[in-house]
């Protein structure tokens, strides 16, 4: 059963690595997409209500949900940049969304930086380190970050066709 579930993700992702990139584009925070039901229809009646033309194709409408989820990933890290006054170099990403990689990448295009993804299971090792930290196993985070990049495979995206992305990002902040 995982292994088919597996397989029709990758067709998935697949189908919306070839779709038409950047064809329209979704307010992931609308309040209609928090509820269970029918979100191909939902994203159909918010195009519609918003002017664009709404989706058949599979691809097409996967491939605007995660252009839309990594355009609204960007406007959060610019946010907490700029409340921050740090400047973040790399993000790290963690658990099972990081099996999606077309979403991986997309963030890293998006964002314009190198994204670190694993591990899955970040929760039940993230408890384990801790309580290895506060038990004196483990001596600093710094430790616990190294045995987490010494036992987990951890994969790197970098960021691609930036200025396209940009373009696109500044599309989507005049909307």
């Known amino acids: 059963m995982e292994d088919a579930k597996k397989k029709m993700e990758t067709d998935l992702a697949a189908l919306a690595d070839k779709a038409e990139p950047f064809t329209r584009h979704i307010d992931v925070d609308d309040g209609r997409f928090l509820a ?36 609204k990933y960007r406007t959060v890290m610019e946010a907490i940049e700029d409340a921050s006054g740090n400047k973040i170099e790399v993000l790290h990403i963690v658990g099972g969304g990081i099996q999606n990689e077309l979403l991986c990448q997309f ?25 290895a930290r506060a038990t004196g196993q483990i001596k600093s ?8 990049r010494n036992s987990f495979e951890l994969k790197e995206y970098e960021p691609q066709d930036v200025s396209l992305w940009d373009k696109q990002y500044d599309k989507v902040c005049k909307l």
């Open 36 to 71: 269970l039901g029918d979100m191909p229809k939902r994203i159909n009646d918010y195009l519609t209500e918003t002017g664009q033309s709404p989706i058949k194709d599979k691809g097409q409408m996967i491939r605007t949900i995660l252009e839309s989820l990594v355009m």
């Open 107 to 131: 963030t890293a295009n998006a964002l314009g930086k190198k994204v670190i993804t694993g591990p899955i299971e970040a929760t039940a090792s993230g408890n384990i380190l801790m309580q």
């Open 141 to 148: 985070l710094e430790q616990a970050r190294e045995i987490v």
